[in-house]
């Protein structure tokens, strides 16, 4: 299993102009790649390692290569469908070939257009854990007054304990999240600060300045901080519960009618899947697994009599037209959830890339967290 863990280096001459440097070498091989409609690498290092040999001297051979498979699926990726302008001082990739790490001692040897170079660096405690793991890749990231390397580890994952408690999670409108246990997340707190952030947002849209521009940046970088926080709270309160396998609804029953089109607007897709795929990673490490079922009436069926009806549901309320058992609507949803996974089977989820950084590049990874205070934004409904 994979961590992408961020290492924090001092904001130097030689790391800047290494990034502005390959950025532009990135850049030429987008122009060929898409006026001649190629991704393939063979293609592009052919077409243009030469020439950007010679424009770049000082760009070591294999940073070169590195700039073409970052192009290669920059390009792959957007299928020809605009010309990509890679921002000058954008994020560049490193790999094995260019970069070594050394978590344990604290040091790092980067390849720069001044030669390969040497940097000093403080372990986060909470990254002490991966100090063993294996370094796969990385990506450079230049900050305002830093730079940071989010590094690739691969450490191996324990074996799935064969357990077979499982518990069903329903996420939707009114709370993030119900578990078959009882347990409920409610969305009071995130609709709030999201709803701040939504007033925020409109007020800046409106000026069109450029501060202004620059703030709605910032805010939305915040917003969706805090939603990421938000998730990996939640996701390790679900893990550590005591049980085996986790099941969810497939995500796209969310978007259905069964969901609110104004909520989706507002919090869009993107976070459940965000917090289903932290419970993922979570639940990897500590020998769990997550299912996901497809939506068969999990909102009309009775979990305790198993009757379907359109009428069983009124509004936030479960009440069974056959047998009159009453519940909280998405309880009863997380409930089907729970045991229809055992009847039908559920599929082994299979992960999406990472939905929550848009310049993370193909690979599996989540970001192994910060800080997560325990937290009590959640009380029972
Ligand atoms: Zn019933």
């Known amino acids: 299993m994979f961590r992408t863990i961020k290492i924090r280096l001092q904001r130097t001459a030689d790391l800047v102009q290494t990034v502005a440097v390959f950025n532009q070498a990135c850049q030429r091989v987008l122009d060929w790649g898409y006026e001649n409609k190629h991704y393939n690498k063979t293609q592009l290092h052919r077409a243009t390692y030469k020439g950007i040999r010679e424009e770049f001297p000082s760009l070591p051979s294999a940073l070169v290569q590195t700039a073409r498979d970052q192009a290669s699926d920059m390009l792959k990726r957007d299928r020809f469908e605009h010309m990509i302008r890679k921002k000058p001082f954008s994020s560049i990739r490193y790999d094995k070939r260019t970069l070594s790490v050394f978590l344990e001692s604290g040091y790092c040897t ?88 939504q007033h925020l947002k409109a007020e800046l849209q409106s000026k ?58 507002k919090l869009g897709n993107w976070s459940f899947r965000q917090l289903r795929q932290f419970v993922e990673y979570k639940a990897e490490a500590l020998g769990k697994k997550v299912l996901v079922i497809d939506p068969y009436y999990t909102s009309q069926t009775c979990s305790k009599c198993g009757h379907v009806s359109s009428n069983n549901r009124k509004g936030r309320r479960f009440t069974c037209v056959q047998c009159g058992f009453t519940l909280d609507a998405d309880l009863n949803a997380s409930r089907n959830i729970a045991s229809f996974s055992t009847r039908v089977g559920g599929r082994l989820h299979v992960s999406e890339p990472n939905v929550a950084d848009d310049e993370a590049e193909g690979r599996k990874a989540v970001e192994a967290e910060s ?6 934004l959640f009380v029972g409904g």
């Open 110 to 197: 980067i390849s720069t257009v001044f030669g390969r170079m040497r940097y000093q660096f403080i372990l986060a405690d909470c990254y002490r854990q991966y100090q063993s793991w294996k370094v796969q890749n990385a990506q450079l990231v230049l900050g305002r007054d830093a730079c940071f390397l989010n590094v690739q580890v691969e450490g191996e994952a324990p074996p799935f304990n064969g357990g077979d408690k499982r518990l069903g999670i329903d996420l939707g409108i009114n709370n993030i999240a119900v578990c078959s246990d009882n347990s409920f997340f409610n969305s009071k707190h995130l609709k709030n600060v999201k709803g701040r952030y």
């Open 371 to 376: 800080s997560c205070k325990p937290t009590n």
């Open 208 to 265: 069109g300045t450029r501060s202004a521009r620059r703030k709605l940046k910032n805010i939305s970088g915040r917003e969706r901080r805090f939603v990421r926080d938000l998730n990996h709270c939640v996701a390790n309160e679900i893990v550590n519960k005591p049980f085996d396998v986790f099941v969810f609804e497939d995500l796209t029953s969310i978007r259905g009618p069964k969901r609110n089109k104004a909520f989706n607007r």
